[in-house]
């Protein structure tokens, strides 16, 4: 790299900045203690190098226990790290049934926090980040960059030293607006503050129950969240409206593959889906595009301008936002970064995980070669690392740290030999559902998402889903 200059760097000088002559002399820092974070640091463990995890929240997995009610689509052999479960398993740890469908709570108190009583102290929690550096080099100083360590600067004002940092810290305090165009929508921050708008995935059959019965719920977002609420809603007594909108002209893509996907949980949530739509006991609204807020009394009035100007509203008690989740790049924003300018992703990653071509079964294997920024040593991985693509799976998250540890640890070889065999969704994205429901009708089914549903499994083996630690797919 020449002085002043911030290409890519190609792979022989990335194995050189990452594993250059101070490599070993500082800890490498995790961001987040959740299922990619512990990962990172069972990897990291097993090779034998200084790490420290630093943990906004004030326990382990601080964003699945805001889903803790949730049970996730994905078993758990898909939802559990190798290196993880290496660890564990020394310790006499009781693994749970590999096809159990665990909720939130499970994958808390029969997975993650035992973890991260194997690393003691190395877990810090309430540790938040406020901003990520080189020390002594802003973004625009170039020679001898790479030899300077990392700068973390904690909110508390505390200054820690790292050789390289992995941003497992996900995206789930940072939701997508309601605002159909991207811009949030005239009123909505009041909104928020008059409480009349919730955040995705609420304890609808439990904690929030009495927010919720016998009111209109208008559920705006079309992907596994939204789907999961909805499930939950429609579990309520007939005296609760539930109103759905999206933007889509069809609900082809929300429904998803059905049988044709390998997760028959994740199958099962968009037949139900359909089912009750179908009944009527969901109204769905399409071509929906959220313009305004205004409040009426005690009431939300929900006002769509589509592109041609045309408005409509809807009335409603309460206004849960299920429109996914974006990356924060903010605490990094000294560092170097290759960001798509449409996902948020990495440059490399952005085609491998496009949601308008790829479902979370249909993403290729990945790994530290394509979650390099030109800031060498710094990772984000996990739901963060693909931006806004809806289309994360646990067991991405799991494959990629082991890939960026051992290109840590000097070992490239392991590193680029990436491998991913994940469940394939039925409908890989939203032109393949439209294209489904012009041959055979809607499809039934649902494609890629997170989590699963608050509802209890049911005899037929599905269950019900959303997202984990941020994304609005596969989990």
């Not at 596994?224 to 909108?245: F, V």
């Amino acid at each position: 790299m020449s002085d002043g200059c911030c290409g890519t760097t190609t792979a022989l000088e990335l194995e050189q900045m990452v594993n250059g002559p101070d490599a070993g002399t500082l800890p490498v820092v995790v961001l987040g203690a959740g299922p990619a974070g512990l990962a990172a640091a069972a990897h990291l463990t097993e090779r034998g190098i200084d790490y420290l995890v630093l943990e906004a929240g004030d326990q382990v997995a601080a964003s699945v226990a805001r889903w803790r009610h949730v049970r996730v689509f994905s078993p758990w052999k898909y939802n559990i790290d190798a290196a993880a479960h290496r660890l564990l398993e020394a310790t006499g740890w009781d693994a749970p049934d590999p096809e159990w469908l665990p909720t939130g709570a499970e994958l808390i108190d029969g997975y993650l926090a035992p973890l991260a009583t194997l690393f003691g102290q190395r877990v810090r929690l309430g540790a938040q980040v406020a901003a990520i550096s080189r020390l002594g080099y802003d973004r625009v100083r170039t020679h001898g960059r790479q030899d300077a360590p990392f700068l973390i600067r904690l909110r508390t004002g505390e200054e820690l030293r790292a050789r390289a940092v992995i941003d497992a810290s996900g995206t789930y305090e940072t939701p997508n607006v309601l605002g159909a165009s991207g811009l949030p929508a005239h009123g909505e921050a009041q909104a928020i503050a008059d409480g009349l708008v919730d955040h995705a995935l609420p304890d609808v059959l439990g904690a929030d129950r009495d927010r919720y019965q016998g009111r209109h719920v208008l559920v705006v977002g079309a992907g596994h969240s939204a789907a999961t609420t909805l499930l939950a809603l429609a579990g309520l007594p007939a005296d609760t409206r539930i109103t759905w909108a999206i933007r889509a002209s069809g609900a082809a893509r929300a429904y998803g593959g059905g049988a044709a996907d390998a997760l028959p949980a994740r199958g099962a949530l968009g037949t139900r889906l359909r089912a009750h739509v179908d009944s009527g006991r969901i109204r769905l609204l399409t071509g929906f595009f959220t313009h305004a807020l205004r409040r009426d009394g005690e009431r939300i009035i929900v006002i769509s301008r589509d592109p041609s100007g045309f408005e409509r509203s809807v009335v409603a008690d309460r206004v849960i936002a299920a429109t996914g989740y974006r990356p924060d790049h903010s605490i990094a924003g000294e560092l170097r970064l290759d960001l798509d300018p449409i996902l948020g992703s990495t440059r490399a990653l952005a085609p491998l995980i496009d949601p308008n071509a790829h479902s979370c079964g249909s993403v290729p294997a990945h790994g530290v070669d394509e979650l390099s920024h030109p800031e060498p040593g710094y990772y984000a991985v996990g739901v963060k690392s693909y931006g806004r693509a809806p289309t994360f799976l646990m067991a991405t998250g799991y494959e990629q740290v082991r890939s960026v540890v051992a290109a840590l640890a000097g070992d490239w070889q392991a590193a680029r030999q990436v491998r991913l065999d994940l469940p394939e969704t039925g409908v890989c994205s939203s032109s393949a559902a439209e294209a489904q429901e012009q041959r055979i009708g809607p499809a039934t089914g649902i494609s890629g998402g997170l989590l699963a549903a608050p509802l209890p499994l049911v005899t037929t083996g599905a269950a019900v889903t959303t997202t984990a630690d941020g994304g609005d797919c596969c989990g």
